[in-house]
């Protein structure tokens, strides 16, 4: 049995025209990232410890990733996308933490 995707239902011409499409494609994005969740929780935890920030850099995540949901129709393409965008955030983010605390002792 096929999955029937929202990429699946309408044309590349109803797909860039918005409205209908792109709610569809926002329940569907909800829907693949909360698969998603767990798996990209567990990275952020790896490469920032017990931090506070993991939750924000999932949210950054997700923000980051919702503005190209039409460029992933395959669920395996789609997790390793957005694992590569956490990673990328959460190393961001220890950068900036790094660069604050080296400042510190030049006050």
């Given at each position: 049995m096929a999955t029937v995707t929202v990429f699946d239902r309408y044309s590349?011409?109803?797909?860039?025209?918005?409205?209908?499409?792109?709610?569809e494609c926002g329940t569907e994005f909800d829907a693949r990232f909360s698969r998603c969740y767990n798996l990209l929780q567990f990275i952020a935890r790896r490469i920032?410890?017990?931090s506070e920030e993991i939750e924000d850099v999932i949210?950054?995540?997700r923000v980051k990733a919702s503005?190209?949901?039409?460029?992933?129709?395959?669920?395996?393409?789609?997790?390793?996308?957005?694992v590569r965008v956490l990673i990328d955030e959460a190393l961001?983010?220890?950068r900036k933490d790094?660069?604050?605390n080296s400042n510190i002792g030049v006050l």
């Open positions: 590349s011409e109803e797909a860039t025209s918005g409205g209908r499409f792109l709610q920032l410890g017990n949210e950054n995540c503005h190209s949901c039409l460029e992933f129709e395959e669920e395996g393409a789609f997790r390793s996308w957005l961001a983010i220890l790094r660069a604050g």
